[in-house]
């Protein structure tokens, strides 16, 4: 059994900033990629930012420049960094990773948080 479990959401106003972090637990032997995905009222859900077991971070064209994504592996966490937030940042921000539950596992699977609110307002 694994879970993902994020925090950090919030309401901020524009120009602000916010930290998430997710932190994995459970039965984990290795973590693969982690990231974020987001899904705004309406839309489709969308990848914000991934990173790999030893680094290699990669960001949506949306959040490019404002955004960082970071891990810490030895606390099964990984984190997203964000500034200059603006109004079209509001959504649902959502945990993924790809993680091995035991050393016998022959590939990852895929799991996900349950999401925390981030709302960018005046």
């Known amino acids: 059994q694994v879970h993902l479990v994020e925090s950090g959401g919030g309401l901020v106003q524009p120009g602000g900033s916010l930290r998430l972090s997710c932190t994995a637990s459970?039965?984990?032997?290795?973590?693969?990629?982690m990231r974020w995905y987001r899904q705004a009222p309406g839309k489709q859900r969308e990848l914000v930012a991934g990173?790999?077991?030893?680094?290699?971070?990669e960001y949506g064209e949306t959040v490019k420049g404002r955004f960082t994504i970071s891990r810490d592996n030895a606390k099964n966490t990984v984190y997203l960094q964000m500034n200059s937030l603006k109004p079209e940042d509001t959504a649902v921000y959502f945990c993924?990773?790809?993680?091995?539950?035991?050393?016998?596992?022959?590939?990852?699977?895929?799991?996900w948080g349950q999401g925390t609110q981030v709302t960018v307002s005046s």
């Open positions: 993924n990773a790809d993680i091995r539950s035991t050393a016998q596992s022959r590939l990852p699977l895929d799991y």
């Open positions: 459970g039965s984990i032997f290795s973590i693969n990629a």
């Open positions: 990173i790999g077991s030893f680094g290699s971070p």
